[in-house]
């Protein structure tokens, strides 16, 4: 992705200085999104042109971009100067008299956002200036991270000559072609939340994403389902593509973008992404809501939307796939959706879970059929062809009664072998325990093996391509094989702390903008409560995720923790990993405990060691940028948190090749 068509108005400084107002106003006017514009935003923009002409006078060979497009973000930078080789990212608040918090981390967000995704900007120093017009003047001072991106500066209008003048002697002068910058890639890794809000407006998935090997393996995935449904509407086929993926590797990316294209241009297919992840669900479909509301406040009265349609619309696009279950438990028709997008398919419930649960919850005394059994038989109503796309991430079951891949395929054996199977022979991986020959022993089924269908390298975290193979290595107990392939994460930072204080620390010097910390622990992890840790103090996902730092219910308190359940499908910028002793080393080993009642039990049962392992892989893949790991120091006065349950661990976390925060 370029980013020439991403401003309103382009031109070197002496040439803005000479262009009629009206001129420059009438650019910034044609690319608004919004048909209507408010007065105070023409009278805004008025302002800051007359400032600019009387400001930028000395600096007649910088080259000016207003209204330019942050396109992960989704949001626009009123300016950008590119003076002697450095970016000034400009962001006005026309009348404002204040440099309110929201409004700095706004400017720093930006020159992050270019900073990280752009590529011509990787090398360069970028420096957010926040203009609050009316504000008092600060005298400003420069600071430049590691990185090359300065702290904001304040200005107002009276000194925002001053503080060019001061980046102008300050900066070094480093030659760079305009053209070339405006004209280099951008490189979005959106969280899942931006992708869904970006892609519920219409966006197309390859403006959101990589252009790198990832994104093209992405857009080569959701092209091949694409072809496979038009290929089942045809042919009156029904399908089921199994998409594979590494951890942050874009399986919900895929599905809900598969889900947004069929919903645009073949609305009669009523494509619906279906998720069992219910604070997932309830994340997305409020963040989707919240944008909605938003734009609100640039459309005229009788075009905005209230909460009540927003909500149902967004419960349209993402439903919980427990309800769409009762639905369809109450009839026997086919469902209005042909295309269905299962999200982490690898959780469905097996028979015994989903029995019981009926039995318990339901009132249904003879059912007898998995989830994936179920939820296959619904589809099967319809008479002439219907997909079902499963995403299915690898280790990632983390409660009793998820089924895993094996379960969808012994559905489809017993009950639906005129269904064709799509897949990628990557399923054959450990991870995914499921093997070739007990695949080639179900008898005679439909199998198309395709690789698009896996997605292999990570876009969770722009920093780590290599995360999710260094925590398999870790969770393994391969610390020999996790120190190699630590020596490779050379740009995202992974620390251990016995001091829970020293890992809150961490975070918040890492933090920028409104990157979002927060902590997150295991959620047998019962005996953290010494430390402050309560496990059992449930959140609302909704507010840990998506509310802002001033408020005490967000991540960023580092009050309340979020467990496993509450954070798979999900991530944040910087995670602090909170580690207890229902998973720990004992003689080099990793051994697994439950703790109940007053004290630990060992855990022999093959299942339910898998989930408490695979409930720290998840807890460790969560972070996009970094992560600081807590191991208590214990306390052998408490014989359910002796030195030796943290010991050996920490021990062993140090020979993976994890170092102390140096703070």
């Known amino acids: 992705m370029n980013l020439s068509n991403r401003f309103a108005y382009r031109a070197k400084v002496n040439q803005f200085l000479v262009s009629q107002e009206d001129e420059i106003l009438g650019q910034l006017t044609n690319q608004h999104k919004f048909r209507q514009l408010e007065q105070q935003q023409i009278n805004s923009w008025r302002r800051q042109i007359r400032e600019l002409k009387q400001t930028l006078a000395g600096f007649p060979d910088a080259t000016l971009l207003l209204e330019f497009e942050i396109p992960r973000i989704g949001k626009r930078v009123d300016g950008i100067l590119i003076l002697n080789g450095s970016i000034l990212v400009l962001e006005y608040k026309v009348g404002a008299k204040t440099y309110d918090a929201?409004?700095?981390?706004?400017?720093?967000?930006?020159?992050?956002?270019?900073?990280?995704?752009h590529k011509a900007s990787h090398h360069l120093t970028i420096v957010p200036v926040l203009i609050a017009t009316d504000a008092p003047s600060k005298?400003?001072?420069?600071?430049?991270?590691?990185?090359g991106i300065a702290s904001p500066l304040l200005a107002n209008s009276d000194n925002l000559l001053t503080v060019l003048n001061l980046l102008s002697t300050a900066l070094p002068k480093v030659g760079l072609d305009a053209e070339a910058w405006i004209n280099s890639t951008y490189h979005p890794t959106p969280t899942i939340v931006e992708a869904a809000q970006a892609l519920y407006k219409g966006h197309k998935v390859e403006e959101i994403s990589r252009s790198d090997a990832g994104a093209i393996n992405l857009t080569k995935t959701c092209s091949h389902v694409s072809r496979v449904i038009d290929d089942a509407k045809v042919n009156n086929k029904?399908?089921?593509?199994?998409?594979?993926?590494?951890?942050?590797?874009?399986?919900?990316?895929?599905?809900?973008?598969?889900?947004?294209?069929?919903?645009?241009?073949?609305?009669?297919?009523?494509?619906?992404?279906?998720?069992?992840?219910?604070p997932l669900v309830a994340v997305l479909r409020e963040a989707l809501v919240q944008d909605q509301l938003a734009e609100n406040e640039f459309l005229p009265k009788e075009e905005r939307i209230k909460r009540k349609p927003a909500e149902q619309k967004a419960s349209a696009f993402i439903q919980n796939i427990h309800h769409f279950r009762d639905d369809n438990l109450a009839s026997n028709e086919a469902p209005v959706e042909k295309v269905v997008i299962f999200d982490e398919a690898q959780r469905a419930w097996n028979k015994e879970q989903t029995s019981s649960f009926m039995k318990r919850k339901r009132g249904q005394d003879n059912f007898s059929m998995s989830e994936p059994d179920f939820l296959l038989s619904v589809m099967?109503?319809?008479?002439?062809?219907?997909?079902?796309?499963?995403?299915?991430?690898?280790?990632?079951?983390?409660?009793?009664?998820?089924?895993?891949?094996?379960?969808?395929?012994?559905?489809l054996k017993e009950n639906y072998q005129d269904w064709e199977i799509h897949f990628s022979d990557e399923i054959f991986k450990s991870d995914y325990a499921l093997s070739r020959e007990?695949?080639?022993?179900?008898?005679?089924?439909?199998?198309?093996?395709?690789?698009?269908?896996?997605?292999s390298v990570s876009l969770r975290s722009f920093r780590a391509e290599k995360l999710s193979t260094f925590i398999s290595a870790v969770i393994s107990g391969d610390a020999i094989r996790a120190r190699e392939i630590k020596g490779h994460l050379t740009n995202y930072p992974i620390y251990l702390t016995r001091d829970l204080e020293k890992a809150k620390d961490q975070l918040r010097q890492w933090a920028r903008g409104s990157e979002r910390i927060g902590l997150v622990a295991s959620s047998n992890a019962i005996r953290l409560k010494p430390s402050g840790i309560f496990v059992k103090g449930e959140i609302d996902p909704t507010l840990w995720f998506l509310k802002g730092k001033s408020d005490i219910r967000s991540s960023h308190y580092l009050e309340d923790v979020a467990t496993e359940f509450d954070v798979q499908g999900l991530e944040i910028d910087w995670v602090g990993v909170c580690w207890d002793a229902n998973f720990r080393v004992e003689d080099g080993k990793w051994i697994t405990y439950n703790f109940s009642g007053s004290k630990w039990q060992s855990v022999h049962d093959i299942e339910k060691q898998k989930y408490i392992a695979n409930?720290?892989?998840?807890?460790?893949?969560?972070?996009?940028?970094?992560?600081?790991?807590?191991v208590p120091e214990g306390d052998d006065s408490d014989p359910t948190r002796q030195k030796t349950f943290y010991d050996q661990t920490y021990e062993f976390l140090k020979h993976c090749g994890i170092n102390n925060i140096q703070c």
């Not at 929201?102 to 995704?117: E, H, M, P, V």
């Not at 594979?244 to 241009?265: F, V, W």
């Not at 099967?380 to 990632?396: A, E, F, S, T």
């Open 615 to 630: 409930s720290y892989r998840v807890l460790l893949t969560r972070g996009r940028q970094g992560i600081v790991i807590f």
């Open 102 to 117: 929201t409004s700095i981390d706004q400017a720093y967000d930006y020159a992050l956002d270019l900073k990280n995704f």
């Open 238 to 278: 029904k399908v089921i593509c199994l998409i594979t993926g590494t951890a942050g590797a874009g399986k919900s990316l895929a599905g809900l973008n598969i889900a947004t294209e069929r919903m645009r241009y073949l609305e009669n297919e009523h494509a619906v992404f279906l998720s069992g992840n219910g």
């Open 438 to 455: 007990w695949l080639e022993d179900q008898g005679p089924l439909k199998l198309h093996i395709e690789p698009d269908l896996n997605l």
């Open 380 to 411: 099967n109503r319809h008479k002439d062809w219907c997909v079902v796309v499963c995403l299915i991430g690898g280790g990632q079951e983390i409660n009793t009664g998820e089924a895993g891949i094996t379960e969808w395929i012994t559905a």
């Open 139 to 147: 005298s400003p001072i420069l600071e430049i991270g590691v990185d």
